[in-house]
T-cell receptor, first 115, second 115 residues
Framework: DAGVIQSPRHEVTEMGQEVTLRCKPI?????LFWYRQTMMRGLELLIY????????DSGMPEDRFSAKMPNASFSTLKIQPSEPRDSAVYFC?????????????FGPGTRLTVT | AQKITQTQPGMFVQEKEAVTLDCTYD???????LFWYKQPSSGEMIFLIY??????QNATEGRYSLNFQKARKSANLVISASQLGDSAMYFC????????????FGTGTRLQVFP
């Protein structure tokens, strides 16, 4: 079975540009999570969806960040305009209600560099 | 507030030996879940093991076991028969089940296995 798919794997952009990160969750999973990982702040949850509906976006740092989930198999995280401090690894994760311990399965991450 | 503490920034272990990675947590809730994830140098986050707060037995998954001591609020990961491929960052995480779907992560422990 395919795991969580993220694209692109690496993104280098200039300050002020728009960046769009993409995620395809594991088929059938009804929860989707966006995380950011930095050396300074570690792993932090940005937003999560249940059945395509945003449930908690309290971790989204600023209005420059937005996330959508138009259908069960696709989500985007957009940064507009990007800034150097947005440089991080962005992970998407998914899980399925009612299975085991509610573990989340992570994608490979997108390494974003803003110059 | 919920918190995960991993006090060991780095650990060394010889191949084929067992190693324990420490994790303590803080929550006032009675229902919660504890997780361990592995992050190799390639960057992906790999789910290893889960322990529910009401589980009476320690969780085990192959060479991984979780030493759950509820009264001490600790959830240490034990890796038996270490292999070179176990070299990675290891993160402890907690989910407070009836509050939110957030996973709160610790700062991680870097494990290095030497021959």
């Amino acid at each position: 079975d395919a795991g969580v798919i993220q694209s692109p794997r690496h993104e280098v952009t200039e300050m002020g540009q728009e960046v769009t990160l993409r995620c395809k969750p594991i088929s059938g999973h009804d929860y989707l999570f966006w995380y950011r990982q930095t050396m300074m702040r570690g792993l932090e949850l940005l937003i999560y969806f249940n059945n395509n509906v945003p449930i908690d976006d309290s971790g989204m740092p600023e209005d420059r960040f937005s996330a959508k989930m138009p259908n069960a198999s696709f989500s985007t995280l957009k940064i507009q305009p990007s800034e150097p401090r947005d440089s991080a690894v962005y992970f998407c994760a998914s899980r399925l209600t009612g299975t085991g311990g509610y573990e989340q399965y992570f994608g490979p991450g997108t390494r974003l560099t803003v110059t | 507030a919920q918190k995960i503490t991993q006090t060991q920034p780095g650990m060394f272990v010889q191949e084929k030996e067992a190693v324990t990675l420490d994790c303590t947590y803080d929550t006032s809730d009675q229902s919660y879940g504890l997780f361990w994830y592995k992050q190799p140098s390639s960057g992906e986050m790999i789910f290893l093991i889960y322990q529910g707060s009401y589980d009476e037995q320690n969780a085990t998954e192959g060479r991984y076991s979780l030493n759950f001591q509820k009264a001490r609020k600790s959830a240490n990961l034990v890796i038996s028969a270490s292999q070179l491929g176990d070299s990675a960052m290891y993160f402890c995480a907690m989910r407070v089940i009836y509050n939110t779907d957030k996973l709160i992560f610790g700062t991680g422990t870097r494990l290095q296995v030497f021959p």
